[in-house]
């Protein structure tokens, strides 16, 4: 993901007609500019995009998908003297920007830029709301909220898939040989095949979103692909897919759904058939997709969210993202309760999870009362949410 450097020492000069900032060229030799298009993506911002940030959740062909980019958008964009910087896309409703950029980088200065402007330009914006971002700031001139939400696992991909084999812990590499050599030779037919954007087929994908579904049904949960988000995720990778598959006598038996944006690939979907738990076939397959991802140039292996032991074995680290909410004034602030209560709720929650799953590893007796107060406060969240949806339809 993108990090810049902020343009100091500009002065804020406001202009309607263009819709702009820029700075003092006398002060700054960066000559920083930015500007919003309103009701407008540029042709240009695509590819920018992807150059900028390299993820995708800032990519346009996730928002057309996810998001149906088409209209009421508008679109940010921060120059210097080296080219472009920054680049969001954010609506307005109601009062309220939500910035549709997600797991990015942005440094307290760009943030700080994009808030002044978008306050001096919008007169009705009252906050401006950003999720799952990397930011480093210190300070806002602003009223604000921020908090971890979500943790990114980042596998920094070395230049070789030999490379990335030999910095692999001794048992993990040990465990790769063993079980591999164990599972082609208990299946001669095991075959493992790599298809980019359109060459998977729907028959593959929907067979690895299957594995998904059997995989939660075993452990008593439900899995967060329906059949939308499964239309969503194919229509997805016939635009930026790389999709693993193992299959054993023709049959898909596991398979790892990635997405590409920039230099950058993103686990959306790893699942494989339990009857092979033995023969560690979850791990092989993702293993041997991230060789893929090495193969054809990729800088990072994003296994997004989610503290999953495999996830460090395989040398990835995580990074956190979070959720920042500014506000135009302290009044504004009280005048959107609501979002200011929701926010709070929300970081106590994250806060209270992050302490019961260290504290589960203890298995004391805290921990377990704590773990049932946790389970009864989001159950009454569900059922307020029940009732909130009842009483709104009526």
């Known amino acids: 993901m993108k990090s810049t450097q902020g343009a100091s020492g500009w002065r804020q000069s406001y202009e309607k007609a263009s819709v702009s900032l820029r700075s003092d060229p006398g002060q700054d030799p960066t000559q920083f500019e930015a500007r919003i298009h309103e009701n407008e993506i540029p042709a240009f911002v695509e590819a920018e995009l992807e150059r900028l940030y390299g993820s995708i959740y800032s990519c346009l062909k996730q928002f057309r ?27 307005v409703t109601g009062g309220r920007v939500k910035v549709l950029n997600e797991v990015i980088r942005l440094d307290g200065a760009d943030v700080e830029r994009f808030a002044k402007l978008v306050f001096a330009h919008f007169k009705e914006a009252q906050l401006i709301s950003f999720k799952a971002i990397q930011n480093n700031i ?14 990114d696992i980042v596998l920094a991909l070395p230049a070789s898939a030999q490379a990335y084999h030999a910095s ?16 082609r030779a208990a299946f001669p037919s095991f075959t493992f095949d790599v298809y980019e954007k359109g060459e998977a087929t729907d028959a593959d994908l929907r067979a690895i979103v299957g594995l998904n579904h059997a995989r939660m049904e075993g452990k008593n949960k439900q899995s967060d692909i329906d059949y939308s988000e499964e239309d969503r995720l194919i229509a997805l990778t016939r635009q930026c ?35 092979y738990d ?24 994003h296994f997004l969210w989610g503290r999953y032991d495999y996830k460090f074995t395989l040398l990835a680290v995580a990074r956190d993202l979070e959720r920042l909410v500014i506000y135009r004034s302290r009044g504004k602030m009280l005048s959107n309760l609501d979002v ?28 377990r009362f704590a773990l049932r107060v946790l389970e009864a406060y989001r159950s009454a969240r569900r059922i307020g949410d029940v009732l909130s949806t009842r009483t709104s339809s009526r």
């Open 278 to 301: 033995e023969y560690w076939l979850g791990m092989l397959c993702c293993y041997m997709t991230i060789c893929e991802c090495i193969a054809r140039g990729g800088r990072e292996f």
């Open 138 to 151: 210190e300070r806002l001139p602003f009223a604000h909220q921020r908090h971890n939400c979500l943790e």
């Open 65 to 91: 998908i996810y998001d149906g980019v088409v209209h009421g958008v508008h679109t940010y964009v921060a120059r210097d003297m080296h080219g472009i910087q920054d680049i969001l896309l954010f609506r």
């Open 168 to 183: 692999l812990g001794k048992n993990t590499r040990r465990n790769i040989k063993r079980y591999g050599e164990r599972l």
């Open 340 to 367: 200011w209560l929701k926010t709070a709720m929300e970081d106590w929650s994250r806060r209270a999870n992050q302490r019961l799953h260290a504290a589960k590893r203890g298995n004391t007796a805290g921990s």
């Open 241 to 275: 897919g790389l999709v693993g598959v193992c299959r054993i006598d023709g049959k898909v038996c596991a398979g790892a759904m990635s997405f590409r944006a920039g230099d950058n690939y993103f686990l959306n979907v790893l699942a494989h058939d339990p009857a």
